[in-house]
């Protein structure tokens, strides 16, 4: 009977089966489980038929005679996982195991989920994590009160948060309003004072004093993010203190335009991490505990669709409040549109003469009176060098420009039928009030 043993393994399997639901495990390997579930009439038949097995192991072929007996009923005179077992009471290896399939956390790369990873970003930030409030006053009378949160990135007590959450922008200037409430994770408070806001980009700076030191998040890089990747948003929405949401990033480059937002070109984070009213200012933080984006908003008709600030992009804002007092933005008046192979491919069937480039920035309009039109520009150029320097999004364009307000730049464009232009273009500052 048992000098085949495939057909001794499937009688072995059919008669655990006879007892219930059960599985058949080999402790040498906790990922190898063999579940076996079958009908009652069937369990029926072969739990008669399994009677005749034996039971001793020497008779067993060679794959059962280490079966792990803890925890395991007997059926049929062989060992079968117990049924009723609890779903908690996996074996230690397999508990060991994190969601990321690596077996320890610690043994988990840079950017890696394991089982904690979530959990140890946001004990790494968290303890910098601030609620902000302040009150908003017209003429000594409280009218609103604005919540939101904000991030200690150096110990001496420099806060990152959002600007409309202590700057008032109902008129065309900000309205800083100098003093505003801070208040820790571990219930200390202060009075913080607000130092610089920019109201395009949403950003603001606070500072507070403490005799002690003070919790400090470390800031990463936004460049390198893909989609998918998960992140973490932490904050005080409605005052609530500690609260940490997760979720992954839906786009790294969701621009303004996208959104109905006018003014000045951005770009942003956007995620599905479940942000709410007091969330505004709060960092988002991907699995190493570093900060990726200040959140700012979301769009109240939906769910999951939530935006922040590259931490890239804020970084460069808090270097303009630090060497001009404020963000400079040089403007040229240009409408540009960057171009890709299927866009240029596109273009090129619309028009014989579009100019033959494998990328760069399309200028589809120009405003009247701006420094780009005084330059030459003109609707339809192509720009595929700023500065000298080869270029392909409008991104990289504003990157050079930095902040140089009054300094000529040569821009090689082309145009129609191949025709190369070398323009001398001078910017100027962008007037915010727009």
Not at 240 to 259: E, F, H, M, P, W
């Amino acid at each position: 009977m048992f000098r085949n043993p495939r057909r001794t393994a499937l009688l072995l399997a059919a008669g655990a089966a006879a007892a219930g639901a059960g599985g058949l495990l080999d402790h040498r390997n906790y990922a190898t489980a063999v579940s076996v579930s079958v009908s009652t009439p069937l369990r029926h038949l072969l739990s008669t038929a399994s009677t005749g097995l034996p039971s001793r192991n020497p008779l067993l072929a060679p794959w059962q005679e280490d079966l792990t007996v803890s925890k395991f009923v007997y059926a049929g005179g062989f060992p079968i996982l117990n049924s009723f077992a609890s779903a908690s009471d996996a074996p230690i290896k397999a508990r060991k195991k994190g969601s990321g399939g690596n077996s320890d956390d610690s043994r988990c790369g840079r950017g890696c989920l394991g089982r904690d990873s979530i959990a140890n970003a946001a004990a790494a930030v968290g303890p910098a994590v601030v609620n902000i409030s302040c009150m908003h006053e017209i003429h000594g009378w409280a009218l609103e009160k604005s919540i939101g949160s904000g991030t200690i990135i150096d110990p001496d007590g420099t806060i990152l948060t959002c600007a409309h959450v202590v700057a008032d922008f109902q008129s065309t200037k900000a309205v800083l309003r100098g003093k505003v409430s801070v208040t820790l994770q571990d219930g200390r408070e202060f009075e913080g004072h607000v130092l610089n806001a920019d109201r395009h980009s949403d950003i603001a700076v606070v500072k507070i004093k403490s005799k002690t030191p003070l919790p400090a998040a470390r800031l990463g890089s936004s460049c390198n993010i893909r989609p998918g990747e998960h992140v973490v948003a932490l904050g005080c929405p409605l005052s609530l203190q500690k609260t940490v949401t997760a979720g992954i990033v839906s786009c790294v480059d969701r621009k303004s335009s996208d959104l109905g937002l006018g003014g000045i070109p951005r770009e942003y984070l956007q995620t599905d991490c479940a942000i709410n009213r007091g969330n505004s200012g709060g960092p988002l933080v991907n699995l190493d505990g570093e900060i990726i984006g200040v959140n700012v908003m979301k769009f109240w008709a939906a769910d999951g669709l939530s935006f922040a600030v590259p931490i890239d992009s804020v970084v460069k804002i808090v270097e303009h409040f630090k060497r001009n007092g404020r963000v400079v933005r040089p403007w040229l008046g240009l409408k540009m549109l960057d171009l890709n192979p299927m866009v240029i491919a596109q273009l090129k069937e619309r028009s014989s003469s579009f100019p033959d480039v494998r990328k760069g920035v399309l200028v589809p309009m120009v405003t009247p009176g701006c420094p780009a039109e005084r330059a030459g520009f003109a609707p339809g150029d192509v720009v595929v060098e700023f500065d000298g320097k080869p270029v392909e999004s409008i991104k990289e364009i504003i990157d050079i420009m930095g902040d140089k307000v009054g300094v000529p730049f040569e821009v090689l464009v082309k145009r129609a039928n191949n025709v190369s232009v070398t323009l001398t273009v001078i910017p100027e500052e962008a007037d915010t009030s727009r």
